[in-house]
């Protein structure tokens, strides 16, 4: 069965109803960048247009673009000095050779960008795959973000590459009703991406898919115990589909690989603000999220190797 975006938006609020904001993502399809949004950024890390140079892939029929859903996004990292260009190209060493940091958001493959029904393709080649990894390797920077099914499925070749294992499923956590929050002693390490002389406390996350990161990462956001994964085969239908016990499992974390450095989150509205169907905010503007804006320069300047990069 094949669904428009439009139509599975539909299904979702049939579902699950516009009253109760039990899974923050039911409307994604209807969800669009927030056009009043403004960065807020005190201290750049950069003179305006200075920065290093950062890549947003939009060649793999991405659902987060920088003229779209991932506007917020590049005002953010605008803001503090970097430049943003969309890369709408296959990934090889040629097109990475003057980024510093390549950032991918819920790619898809071609045969499932209306269609979120297993089975779910890999968004990216085998020769992509090699090239980013060795371009990694060689001292790049990748924010491999993989939302709910199908994204994580979508991106599960390019995570085995690096030692990620998705589950291509929701992530849930009983009882939990809005936004996951993750706080300090609570899920949230900061340790690893610390920034000097800003202290982020929590962490709001709005859905999104469970991962296990390859030995030796950093867990930034680490699920409860409790927190499972609906693998669906087909996107929003719940009833009766096989669960995993995803506790303990990520759904942020850093490692370096060869020279390079990579963050991988299973969320993807958390590092943007959009407006939904039903008037709503989710991402740098909803109330639960008051750091996320921090958190995200952090997670960059980290990546960027931001000290120096800076000298």
Do not use: C
Request: charged letters at 20%.
């Amino acid at each position: 069965m094949k669904l428009s975006r439009p139509r599975i938006a539909a299904l979702a609020l049939v579902l699950f109803g516009t009253g109760a904001f039990v899974f923050p993502s039911v409307a994604r399809a209807q969800q669009v960048g927030d056009s009043t949004f403004v960065a807020h950024v005190e201290h750049p890390a950069f003179a305006p247009g200075t920065g290093p140079l950062v890549l947003l892939d939009e060649a793999h029929y991405n659902f987060h673009r920088l003229d779209g859903r991932y506007r917020p996004f590049g005002l953010v990292l605008a803001a503090d000095g970097f430049v943003l260009r969309p890369s709408r190209e296959p990934l090889t060493l040629a097109a990475l050779e003057d980024a510093r940091l390549l950032v991918i958001a819920n790619a898809i493959d071609a045969s499932n960008d209306t269609n979120w029904t297993q089975p779910i393709a890999s968004a990216f080649t085998d020769p992509e795959i090699e090239a980013l990894r060795q371009w990694v390797e060689r001292g790049g920077a990748l924010l491999l973000i993989a939302d709910h099914m199908p994204f994580a499925g979508a991106a599960t070749a390019l995570g085995d590459a690096f030692g990620v294992r998705f589950s291509d499923g929701f992530a849930m956590v009983p009882g939990v009703k809005g936004p996951l929050v993750f706080r300090r002693g609570k899920g949230l390490t900061m340790d690893a991406i610390a920034a000097g002389g800003v202290r982020i406390d929590s962490v709001a996350t709005f859905t999104g898919s469970a991962f296990e990161p390859p030995k030796g990462a950093s867990v930034i956001l680490r699920l409860p115990k409790d927190a499972y994964s609906i693998e669906p085969k087909e996107a929003w239908q719940f009833d009766g589909q096989p669960q995993r016990k995803v506790g303990g499992w990520a759904q942020g974390a850093v490692f370096r690989h060869g020279k390079g450095r990579v963050a991988v989150f299973g969320e993807a509205a958390m590092f943007t603000s959009q407006k939904t169907g039903n008037g709503g905010s989710t991402g740098l503007r909803a109330p639960e999220a008051p750091q996320n804006e921090a958190f995200l320069l952090a997670l960059v300047h980290w990546l960027t190797d931001y000290k120096s990069a800076s000298k």
